[in-house]
């Protein structure tokens, strides 16, 4: 199967200090990625829509500012964390559909990056 | 928007059959069903398109109901290894196919021996 990849798995950093998140699908181009946040025992939320050479989609909430999303080539999304605050620790991950499965509609996600501003 | 999933939780003990389900308030275009174990990325389980359709892997299968837009997913004769939050995914017929997932909250199964 298609295979999406995370890194880091896991991060902590200071309060106020910018984190970037990779995402990148290994064996096959993704031109749409998906960024979702995952706090403790609650669902994913989704949070941006990354598309290839064009400003990502954010979601109703989603400050735009503060979650940098580049989404430069057709393996990788990158998700920057600007100013971190503790508010933002959290489980993000990240998704993208596979041209070979677009009939199935099934997502990939990556492992997910754990994030833990002190 | 969300979709919501019943029950919150459930406890089995192994053999034992559960079932989930995810009800919408917009009408659906897909309906997908994901297993997530503690501390990992989701499992993609099966992904249900058409009104009607059911399908089942081994001993999970699942059904959608369009008109009604709700689906159900069977966990029949529970394993240990089922243990998990079971999130169902829908897509919305205003943004059919683009992969755009939005999910429930969660079903937590515990499957005891």
Excluded at chain 1, 99 to 107: H, I, M, Q, S, V
């Amino acid at each position: 199967g298609a295979v999406v990849s995370q890194h880091p798995s896991w991060v902590i950093c200071k309060s106020g200090t910018s984190v970037k998140i990779e995402c990148r699908s290994l064996d096959f181009q993704a031109t749409t990625m998906f960024w979702y946040r995952q706090f403790p025992k609650q669902s994913l939320m989704l949070m941006a829509t990354s598309n290839e050479g064009s400003k990502a989609t954010y979601e109703q909430g989603v400050e735009k500012d503060k979650f940098l999303i580049n989404h430069a080539s057709l393996t990788l999304s990158t998700l920057t964390v600007t100013s971190a605050h503790p508010e933002d620790s959290s489980f993000y991950i990240c998704s993208a559909t596979h041209p070979r499965y677009a009939n199935t509609g099934e997502l990939f996600f990556g492992e997910g990056s754990r994030l833990t501003v002190l | 928007q969300q979709p919501v999933q019943s029950p919150q939780a459930v406890i089995l003990r192994e053999g034992e059959d559960a079932v989930i389900n995810c009800s919408s308030s917009k009408a659906l275009y897909s309906v997908h069903w994901y297993r997530q174990k503690h501390g990992e990325a989701p499992v993609f389980l099966m992904i249900l398109l058409k009104g009607g359709e059911q399908k089942g892997h081994e001993k999970i299968s699942a059904s959608f109901n369009e008109k009604k837009q709700q689906s159900s997913l069977y966990l029949t004769a529970s394993q240990l290894s089922y243990s998990g939050t079971y999130f169902c995914g829908t897509e919305f017929k205003y943004t059919s196919n683009t992969g755009k997932l939005i999910f429930g909250q969660g079903t937590t199964l515990q499957v005891k021996p």
